[in-house]
């Protein structure tokens, strides 16, 4: 699998930074549509080879891997005119020169490869290390998030120094690789850079909690989200924390991460994000894949048993959707779809595997294998997924996918004889790359000392737990893993909502997910709370709190509380990726070729699960607005409804029309202009009540789309759709209700004696009424016709 991955790398992509394994060519940032803030990990130096060192040597590809650093050592340079991730460069290109050095000196001290070496990759490695100091020079030691690789910070004019804040892990991920630069160089000022961050981070925590937030302004100290947890921009900071102790020795960095409250976050089998001023109550309803690297930590640190739980959440996710989603609510529901190929979660499956020697966990790589082998794997490597509930891939074979997967899926399966060296003589940075544990007694480690406060060693709190103790039989973590692992399947039962209380309790007597527009208690719960609601014209609420109009301060205080909910919960609505629905026009002219991306409702019949759609001519109900009774009840019978939004509740015009007799419904946006390329999807939600009496589909088509379709109907006086899941078969299904007799079987060739001028072009096939087969077997061209000219492959 790593051969594949990386040969296909070297043969379409390099020197490129990374492979497009779809298109097998080379992602060369500036030549290909800007991905945004992703991108900021590409800087013209052969990002994937130099990311890979380490592994290769790992796998025992030292022939390989000498080549390799010879082609580093000719190819690479690292004064680029450009602007890159401070964090990602510092991760994977100056953690992947240090990886590669180590090996490199380890292989040459053996006497058989390298011999050549002195030391190049150290001093490529010293160069950028001096590149990333400038972004360091801030009041606060924080690092701006980004740098130019030629021209360091200076402003606008090199598109760097104007941002103003940083993400947790962004600062706080940097100390084992400019620690090891320091010690491996003996220049001090990497490690003091890197320290000064770390110290100013833990200054700000939160004292009550010690727990930090998730984004934090790099020149204030302020932090400007105050959520914490262990994903996606805080994860790797706990890391570092207990992986500095393990590299330095420095009891400083130990103490730290075991004063984090960690507690707060790990909910057996859950990761919670919480507020840190608030630590008890959670910040929000989903996790991301990052957090799939935190029972791997917690083995280093010895709990196990949270690991091995968390660890079985995560697995039956993985069973579940083949792959992890970019993120999951903590009912296991889809929340991104995307999956970049991240090797989270193997990290975690060899760590656990390490701790317990249960084969169980071999079981959990090999379902990582399979999968990565029957939905990744692709002719040119392997592709990213796009959505994880259709398999869709996406253009992209992040670099990570070779330095850390293929290491700990390798190392999960390997016997000792199968390694190069002791892996345990080693340190895996965040990016897997291997720091030797001697930098903790190297030669220059008296240049860094700290203010420390004993730690009391009588405390069990902090001792590691010996492993091999705990689980005499590795059959054991069995016993751990049974509640859980029929959790993600049948769903976590969700709390139960809080008993409606007096406001003013010292809780919030109503939750924003419980609150119901139309409840007669919701509202007055609301109305003691100070807060108001009003009825907006498009068919929305909104929601204003005077707390001067509470009942008391402590009530006013609850609906505070509820509003900050409230917020929260619209803000994740908002982002959450739903799976679309799809509109398919399916008459004549159309035949299918057009989709309109739909969005679902939260009550009908649900099309993911119908294995044929709702298919039917559209009319217009009038009223449009379908708020009260259908006056054209004649025409919409049989039929699906076009509805305009707003005035009244989806569920509302819902009953309307099927009361009217139709098939379905469609609701229009009445914002002019919006469209599902530039607004995010949602589902249109009931209005408080049971809604079973719905039993037809509803789909929610933006105004962009919408018009789409209502100009189809205005031009061809009728319209047929297909409402569905997902696009259907453009050749066969959806042909139009059309009789067999009127195409008889048939075979047409178009040949010398149609086109004179032409070899053979064109071949369609007939056959019973269905339409069977096209060819266009070259580019040809039909001069009568007003565009005369057709591609290859299309028609």
């Known amino acids: 699998m790593f051969d594949h991955a990386y040969q296909n790398y070297m043969d379409h992509a390099y020197p490129a930074d990374e492979l497009m394994p779809l298109t097998c060519r080379g992602r060369v940032r500036g030549l290909e549509p800007s991905r945004g803030d992703v991108d900021d990990a590409l800087g013209k130096f052969s990002l994937t080879l130099i990311d890979t060192l380490d592994t290769l040597v790992l796998l025992n590809k030292t022939t390989e891997f000498e080549a390799a650093v010879r082609r580093v050592l000719s190819d690479v340079r690292l004064d680029n005119d450009i602007v890159v991730s401070v964090f990602e460069t510092n991760i994977r290109v100056l953690g992947g020169l240090l990886g590669g050095h180590s090996m490199a000196v380890m292989l040459k001290d053996k006497g058989e490869h390298m011999q050549w070496y002195q030391d190049e990759l150290l001093h490529m490695a010293k160069d950028l290390g001096l590149r990333l100091l400038p972004a360091f020079n801030t009041s606060s030691g924080l690092p701006y998030p980004r740098v130019n690789l030629r021209f360091g910070v200076r402003g606008p004019e090199t598109r760097t120094g104007t941002e103003t804040d940083t993400c947790t892990a962004c600062a706080g991920t940097m100390i084992l690789e400019f620690a090891a630069l320091s010690r491996f160089t003996g220049d001090p000022v990497f490690e003091i850079h890197a320290r000064r961050a770390l110290d100013f981070l833990w200054e700000k925590r939160q004292r009550n909690s010690n727990l930090v937030g998730t984004t934090i302004n790099i020149h204030s100290g302020e932090w400007v989200r105050r959520d914490s947890g262990v994903g996606a921009g805080i994860d790797s900071y706990y890391e570092y924390l207990l992986k500095a102790y393990i590299l330095l020795g420095d009891d400083l960095f130990l103490e730290r991460h075991f004063d984090a409250s960690l507690s707060y976050i790990s909910q057996p089998p859950l990761l919670l994000d919480v507020h840190i001023h608030k630590p008890l109550l959670p910040a929000r309803t989903w996790m991301d894949s990052l957090l799939a690297f ?13 690991a091995i739980e968390t660890h079985e959440m995560l697995y039956q996710v993985t069973k579940k959707h083949n792959f992890l989603p970019e993120a999951f609510t903590t009912d296991f529901r889809v929340h991104w779809a995307q999956h970049p190929l991240r090797p989270e979660f193997a990290e975690s499956t060899y760590f656990l595997y390490k701790a317990t020697g249960d084969p169980y966990y071999l079981e959990a790589g090999r379902t990582i294998l399979d999968n990565l082998n029957r939905f990744a794997r692709v002719p040119c490597g392997f592709a990213a997924m796009k959505d994880v509930r259709t398999g869709s891939h996406e253009d992209r074979m992040d670099s990570f996918f070779l330095a850390e997967m293929f290491k700990y899926l390798f190392l999960l399966f390997a016997d000792a004889e199968d390694l190069p060296f002791d892996v345990e003589d080693y340190v895996f940075t965040t990016e897997a790359h291997l720091l030797p544990l001697s930098l903790s007694t190297a030669p220059h480690a008296s240049f860094f000392t700290s203010n420390r406060t004993e730690l009391d060693d009588s405390n069990f709190d902090w001792t590691c737990p010996n492993t091999r103790l705990l689980f005499p039989d590795p059959a054991f973590p069995r016993n751990l893993r049974e509640p859980i692992r029929s959790a993600v399947d049948k ?19 109503l939750r924003a997910q419980d609150f119901m527009a139309n409840n007669v208690e919701h509202l007055e719960l609301l109305r003691r709370m100070g807060v108001s609601l009003i009825h907006l014209k498009d068919g929305r609420v909104q929601l204003v709190q005077h707390a001067t109009q509470a009942v008391s301060a402590v009530a006013a205080e609850d609906g505070v509380r509820f509003m900050q909910e409230m917020m929260e919960l619209s803000s994740q609505q908002q982002k959450e990726q739903l799976p679309p629905r799809a509109i398919q026009i399916v008459s004549h002219p159309f035949l299918g070729r057009v989709v309109l991306t739909a969005g679902p409702a939260q009550f009908g019949i649900d099309l993911s699960k119908s294995s044929t759609g709702v298919r039917g001519f559209v009319t217009v109900a009038e009223p449009y607005s379908g708020c009260t009774e259908i006056t054209n009840a004649e025409y919409v019978q049989g039929h699906i409804a076009l509805l305009q939004r707003g005035q009244c509740m989806f569920a509302e015009k819902a009953r309307h029309i099927q009361k ?87 075979s047409f060739l178009a040949d010398r004696d149609s086109f004179p001028s032409h070899p053979p072009a064109v071949v ?6 269905v339409f069977t087969h096209l060819s266009i077997l070259h580019h040809f061209s039909f001069p009568h016709l007003p565009n005369p000219s057709v591609p290859r492959g299309e028609l």
Not at 294 to 306: A, S
Not at 764 to 769: A, H, K, Q, R, S
Request: glycine letters at 12%; hydrophobic letters at 35%; proline letters at 12%.
């Open 491 to 509: 769903s976590c039962p969700r709390p139960p909502p809080y008993r409606y209380v007096e406001p003013g309790m010292g809780r919030p007597p």
């Open 294 to 306: 935190f029972p791997g930590l917690q083995v280093l640190k010895g709990d196990i048993r949270p």
């Open 764 to 769: 369609i096939t007939v056959d019973g009424g």
């Open 660 to 746: 009217a007799g139709a098939i379905g419904g469609i609701v229009i946006d009445d914002n002019e202009g919006s469209s599902s390329d530039t607004a995010p999807l949602f589902q249109m939600a009931g209005d408080g009540r049971s809604t079973d009496d719905i039993t037809m589909p509803l789909l929610f088509l933006f105004h962009k789309e919408g018009n789409i379709l209502l100009e189809a109907l205005k031009e061809y006086r009728e319209a047929e759709v297909l409402l569905s899941d997902k696009a259907r078969d453009r050749g066969v299904t959806l042909l139009p209700h059309t009789p067999p007799s009127l195409l008889e079987p048939v």
